[in-house]
Structures are given as structure tokens and as C-alpha cells.
């Protein structure tokens, strides 16, 4: 069984910096994709940026120059480096990988940001 676990969330002040990790286990696949997704507070879940095993990225425009989504292939891992964070930024991130057809999902790890 695929399992996803995020780590790296917490309390951090706008302007501050986190960095998100996402480890996987459960199959020695090699995922198609990787990303972040964060759902604010009454708000629907939204992607923040993916990769692919080629290193293509794709990231939400307001994340563009301060987050950067990296990935080791052979460990199945992604990581959210994200810097100048702003209050807005506030949301549950989760962590995503894809094969084939199939979509799992960590359980997710809490990023607050005080003004």
C-alpha cells in the first residue's frame, strides 16, 4: 500500500521561509508526478506546484519566485521549498504523487503564517 507522509509544516512569521518534505513507501514505482496541493480554511484544495520525473515543473502564479518544488527519483521524494511567505499562503499542504492513473495523498501538514 502507497503511503504518503509530509513533514516540515508549522508556525512561521510572513516573510519567513519552510521547507515541506514528502516521503513515500509502500512501492518501488516510479511516480509519474509529484506535488503540493493546500486547502485554506472554506476555501477548495488547490495545486501548488508539481514535478515530474523529467523535472518538469508547473507552480499556481501567486507561488511563482518564492516557492520551488524539487525531487529526488530514486527516493521517491518531494520537497516545497518556500520563502517570503505570506499570510495568504496559510493552508493545510498536501503532498500528491501520480501513477498512471492512480492519485494518492498524504494526510497533509499544517503551514500557518503570522502578519
Known amino acids: 500500500q502507497v503511503r504518503l507522509v509530509e513533514s516540515g509544516g508549522g508556525l512561521v512569521e510572513a516573510g519567513g521561509s519552510l521547507r515541506l518534505s514528502c516521503t513515500t513507501s509502500?512501492?518501488?514505482?516510479?511516480?509519474?508526478?509529484m506535488g503540493w496541493y493546500r486547502q485554506a480554511p472554506g476555501k477548495q484544495r488547490e495545486l501548488v506546484a508539481t514535478?515530474?520525473?523529467?523535472?518538469?515543473?508547473n507552480y499556481l502564479d501567486s507561488v511563482k519566485g518564492r516557492f520551488t518544488i524539487s525531487r529526488e527519483n530514486a527516493l521517491n521524494t518531494v520537497y516545497l521549498q518556500m520563502n517570503s511567505l505570506k499570510p495568504e499562503d496559510t493552508a493545510t499542504y498536501y503532498c500528491?504523487?501520480?501513477?498512471?492513473?492512480?492519485?494518492?495523498w498524504g494526510q497533509g501538514t499544517q503551514v500557518t503564517v503570522s502578519s
Open positions: 500528491n504523487a501520480v501513477f498512471r492513473s492512480a492519485l494518492f
Open positions: 509502500g512501492s518501488r514505482v516510479s511516480f509519474d508526478a
Open positions: 514535478v515530474t520525473t523529467g523535472a518538469s515543473t
